[in-house]
């Protein structure tokens, strides 16, 4: 099986709407009525993710003709450090960034998965959920090459208030001295998303 997640920039399809043509699919849209403590980059642009799962890839021309408008895909490898509930209400925290040219790849993963993934419970001690996408392929003629897709999940009171979301200042410290082993600031895009269920 694999996993597919298309950045949507138009707008979003309803999930059953794209029943039967996956094994599953979540639907989570821009939320636009909640005030944003982090939102970088392209975030403001964007309208919603869209996840499925497949059997196979080579079947996905039948789902990308239901897509509204634009949308930039791709072929992802899913961990999850921390098992999310699919319970509703709940925001995610959507971020996506390319692999900076001065890292390889060894460094690039080692600096994101081993070294930042950890730190992340501290910075966020009241996240409820952390899921880490490492692209393996991009999908879609032109969209760019994005590497790393992560959706960190929050209860809303908890997202909206900087002294919920954040730990200590030694944990945010510790996350912006780290960025450079994985990421570059100007490179960073996030925005907080309604989590869809996974149908």
Known sequence: MEKLAYLLWDDVPSASALAGLARSVRV???????QATLLMGLGPSLAGVLEVWVDSLDERSSLEALLPGRFDGYLVTESVPQQASDSPGLLTHFSWFPKPSRLTDEEFYRGWQEGHTPTTFALHPRRVGYVRDAVARV????????RAIV?????????VDPARLFG???????????????????????????RGAAT
């Open 139 to 146: 999908l879609t003629p032109g969209s760019p090459p994005v």
């Open 28 to 34: 989570s849209p821009a939320a636009t009525d909640v």
């Open 151 to 159: 959706s960190e999940v929050f209860a809303p009171a908890d997202y």
């Open 168 to 194: 200590s200042p030694e944990a945010v410290q510790r996350t912006v001295e780290e960025l450079p082993s994985y990421g570059d600031s100007d490179d960073l895009s996030c925005r907080p998303l309604w």
